[in-house]
């Protein structure tokens, strides 16, 4: 069966997208919960005035978020976090960490956009993708380092143990 989406559905395809699914899909899901709509000569013809006008409207709230998109790519956040042995973290840097770091900074981004699959957990250099407007990621660079007195701590350990080994 083939319909036409109303909404964005996800898994799907977007607003205006024709789209083959199962029948029963159709009839008993999409169709009843106004998602989509049986594809008709006039309903493609009224869908496409619709994308039509939905293209200039988003080229329109699109330009802003280009600023945010290039703001985003020259940005460089860096976490400081205690770590153990082989640079591996206490804890870790989540998305809601990258989040109060961007609010901080005066950003304004919902931390569903920021596409963190999984928590940080080592000392390094990280690039993650953040979602700005449909289509549109900025490329955020984070840094994980070891805190100011650690780094102290570790390298004086690090020279004790040479001195035993000497001895």
């Known amino acids: 069966m083939r319909v036409i989406l109303k909404q964005d559905v996800e898994n ?3 607003k205006g997208d024709i789209v083959n699914v199962s029948p029963g ?3 008993n899901y999409l169709i009843p919960r106004r998602l989509a ?3 008709t000569s006039s309903n493609v013809k009224s869908v496409e005035i619709e994308q039509q006008a939905l293209k200039k409207k988003i ?3 699109r330009l802003p978020y280009e600023e945010l ?3 985003l790519n020259e940005l ?3 976490f400081y976090r205690k770590a153990g042995e082989k640079d591996m973290i206490f804890g870790s840097v989540s998305a809601g960490d990258v989040k109060e770091a961007l609010d901080q900074m005066g950003f304004d981004i919902e931390k569903k956009k920021i596409i ?3 928590p940080i957990k080592r000392l390094g250099n990280y690039t993650i993708p953040v979602k700005v407007f449909q289509d549109d990621k900025a490329e955020l660079k984070i840094e994980v380092r070891k805190e100011e007195g650690q780094e102290e701590a570790s390298e004086s350990r ?3 143990e040479e001195r035993k080994e000497i001895k």
């Open 158 to 160: 690090q020279k004790e």
């Open 59 to 61: 080229e329109k709230e």
């Open 76 to 78: 460089r956040l860096t």
């Open 25 to 27: 899909y159709g009839r």
């Open 69 to 71: 998109v290039r703001k």
């Open 116 to 118: 963190l699959e999984d």
């Open 37 to 39: 709509m049986e594809v």
């Open 12 to 14: 799907l395809g977007r």
